[in-house]
């Protein structure tokens, strides 16, 4: 069409630190995306980027950003108990804003970010990045078509050496993930959680988490979250009545792996015991071939994507805020010495 210009979205990023730098890549490299400001309050932080992506304006001012009417969307890579008060700031001036998991560190904040985004027709979208993951969706595709039969229960381990983070426990930094993936795999309310945890190199910050969250229909999901561990892991297990499903995450190609695995327990009849009644299928193992997109890169197009389509991200604010309830839920818990708390 002549004269047609085509649509490019002018981002700003606030936080540049160690995922920052990822961010920056992914939203730079984006052809319908433009990062016209980088802020962060580390002068080091700011050089970085103004040296990988020549032409971009750095500042250590999130007001800068703001006061700029061209810029549209903004992203929040700060720490997590920034998240609030700079996404609040970045809605209040009319942006519209992703913000990297967790959306809040409150159910109150999140709540209030999800109004102010809706009241003003802005997006909003949080940075749960296995929702984007080839390996994660080719399963949820499976749940989806029943393939899986009912989830009965789930399991992930996210467990390393490090990161410590000094304002967020080992469950708030590493498990949005694994909850964003038990909230999308189970087609339930979560109802309730219970976790166990304790805190060894800083007060009250718990470097190893075990959790479980409870859902009406009597699915559960457990959480291993650790950053004192020798191995690394990153695995979840799902348990259907129809197939089981292995995603490790650490595997280079072959993450995936569906079992032909189950049991059944048949109705009671004449003098057969429980043993007899109870028939075990062992059948064969599927490796799926999987695409090997970047899922960051993935998660970055479609906050662009609802901007430049005027509709609701993927991951939008409302299961941002499913996830925040479930990690308040978790401190009462872990607050609590483990006592079940309902959601
Ligand atoms: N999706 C993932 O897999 C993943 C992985 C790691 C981290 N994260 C998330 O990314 C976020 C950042 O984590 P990180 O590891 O990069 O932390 P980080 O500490 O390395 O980076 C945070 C950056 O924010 C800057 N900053 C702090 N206050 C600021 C302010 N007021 N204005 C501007 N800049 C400010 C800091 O100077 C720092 O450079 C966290 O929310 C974390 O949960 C996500």
């Given at each position: 069409m002549p004269g047609h210009q085509p649509i490019i979205v002018r981002?700003?990023?606030?936080?540049?630190?160690?995922?920052?730098?990822?961010?920056?890549?992914?939203?730079?490299?984006?052809?319908?995306?433009?990062?016209?400001?980088?802020?962060?309050?580390?002068?080091?932080?700011?050089?970085?980027?103004?040296?990988?992506?020549?032409g971009?304006?750095?500042?250590?001012?999130?007001?800068?950003?703001?006061?700029?009417?061209?810029?549209?969307?903004?992203?929040v890579a700060t720490e997590t108990p920034q998240h609030?008060?700079?996404?609040?700031?970045?809605?209040?001036?009319?942006?519209?804003?992703?913000?990297?998991?967790?959306?809040?560190?409150?159910?109150d904040q999140a709540e209030r970010l999800v109004a102010l985004a809706e009241e003003n027709d802005l997006r909003l979208m949080v940075g749960h990045l296995l929702l984007y993951h080839p390996a994660f969706r080719h399963v949820e595709e499976l749940i989806g078509q029943n393939e899986l039969g009912d989830i009965r229960y789930l399991?992930?381990?996210?467990?390393?050496?490090?990161?410590?983070?000094?304002r967020e426990n080992a469950f708030e930094s590493l498990a949005p993930h694994d909850l964003s993936i038990a909230l999308a795999y189970i087609d339930s309310k979560p109802v309730?959680?219970?976790?166990q945890g304790s805190a060894y190199l800083q007060p009250n910050i718990e470097d190893v988490v075990f959790a479980t969250v409870f859902f009406e229909n009597g699915a559960l999901a457990h959480v291993h979250t650790s950053w004192l561990d020798p191995h690394k892991i990153r695995k979840t297990t799902v348990v259907g009545s129809k197939l089981m499903a292995v995603i490790?995450?650490?595997?280079?190609s072959e993450k995936v792996r569906l079992y032909d695995k189950g049991a059944e327990v048949a109705e009671p009849s004449g003098y057969t015991g429980f043993a007899e009644a109870v028939s075990?299928?062992?059948?064969?193992?599927v490796i799926p071939k999987i695409e090997n997109e970047e899922p960051l890169r993935s998660e970055c197009e479609e906050f662009v994507a609802s901007i430049v389509e005027q509709?609701?991200?993927?991951?939008?604010?409302?299961?941002?805020?499913?996830?925040?309830?479930?990690?308040?839920?978790?401190?009462?818990?872990?607050e609590a010495g483990g006592a079940r708390v309902d959601v």
């Open positions: 981002i700003a990023q606030v936080g540049a630190g160690y995922w920052g730098r990822n961010l920056l890549r992914n939203f730079s490299a984006i052809p319908q995306a433009e990062v016209v400001w980088v802020c962060d309050t580390q002068e080091e932080a700011q050089k970085d980027a103004a040296a990988n992506h020549p971009i304006r750095t500042t250590g001012d999130i007001q800068d950003i703001l006061a700029d009417e061209s810029v549209e969307g903004v992203i609030f008060l700079m996404a609040e700031a970045a809605l209040r001036a009319g942006k519209h804003v992703f913000v990297e998991k967790p959306l809040a560190q409150t159910v399991y992930s381990t996210r467990v390393n050496l490090g990161i410590v983070r000094q309730a959680v219970a976790a490790d995450d650490m595997e280079p075990v299928r062992s059948g064969s193992i509709r609701r991200p993927h991951t939008d604010g409302r299961s941002g805020l499913a996830v925040v309830r479930l990690l308040e839920a978790a401190r009462q818990s872990l």
